[in-house]
T-cell receptor, first 115, second 111 residues
Framework: GAGVSQSPSNKVTEKGKDVELRCDPI?????LYWYRQSLGQGLEFLIY????????KSGLPSDRFSAERTGGSVSTLTIQRTQQEDSAVYLC?????????????FGDGTRLSIL | SQQGEEDPQALSIQEGENATMNCSYK?????LQWYRQNSGRGLVHLIL?????REKHSGRLRVTLDTSKKSSSLLITASRAADTASYFC???????????FGQGTRLTINP
């Protein structure tokens, strides 16, 4: 596709369940970013990938959160033993090169609701 | 705390008027970016301004940067209903390779 694709677009699950969110970046983009956005708030940085490696995992809220990227393309964000405070929109972005001087291209996010 | 803070938090104007949003940040930066977010959608990159630039234009958008005051402004001229969205500034900190986003300004253009 032409843009960043995220799936599912919506996810409702019970507290304590594991969830897996997927991001397909723009083809050829080296860098991939995950953010979390609570209702009406700004973006909270979670993690970024340069190729398949994640130099900066400092934004992951707890050890229940993990992410991987394989083949320099698709990335998955996994949340284990979900809690109600995990409810938010999870946004993925990619950029052609890595670095804070690069425009980021965003997907429309996964809206996660924990019951 | 956030590196960038937008002001005002919300702005409502009539179609055709100009809209000005401000962003302040705390530490030195290499560049600053502005993004737009329509309701329920991802962010869209609008413009990037480097620390050695003072002003940049793109269509109806004008961005200024004052590094001495650690602030930036985004001006949208001749606003349209389609400009209704949230607008975010994003900054890096020198040496950091990630962006830090502000809380955003919610702009409403009334027809």
């Amino acid at each position: 596709g032409a843009g960043v694709s995220q799936s599912p677009s919506n996810k409702v699950t019970e507290k304590g369940k594991d969830v897996e969110l997927r991001c397909d970046p723009i083809s050829g983009h080296t860098a991939l970013y995950w953010y979390r956005q609570s209702l009406g708030q700004g973006l909270e940085f979670l993690i970024y990938f340069q190729g398949n490696s994640a130099p900066d995992k400092s934004g992951l809220p707890s050890d229940r959160f993990s992410a991987e990227r394989t083949g320099g393309s698709v990335s998955t964000l996994t949340i284990q033993r979900t809690q109600q405070e995990d409810s938010a929109v999870y946004l993925c972005a990619s950029s052609a090169e890595w670095g804070a001087n690069q425009p980021q291209h965003f997907g429309d996010g996964t809206r996660l609701s924990i019951l | 705390s956030q590196q960038g803070e937008e002001d005002p938090q919300a702005l409502s104007i009539q179609e055709g008027e100009n809209a000005t949003m401000n962003c302040s940040y705390k530490t030195s930066i290499n560049n600053l970016q502005w993004y737009r977010q329509n309701s329920g959608r991802g962010l869209v990159h609008l413009i990037l301004i480097r620390s050695n630039e003072r002003e940049k234009h793109s269509g109806r958008l004008r961005v200024t940067l004052d590094t001495s005051k650690k602030s930036s402004s985004l001006l949208i001229t001749a606003s349209r209903a389609a400009d209704t969205a949230s607008y975010f500034c994003a900054t890096d900190a020198r040496g950091a390779q990630k962006l830090v986003f502000g809380q955003g300004t919610r702009l409403t253009i009334n027809p």
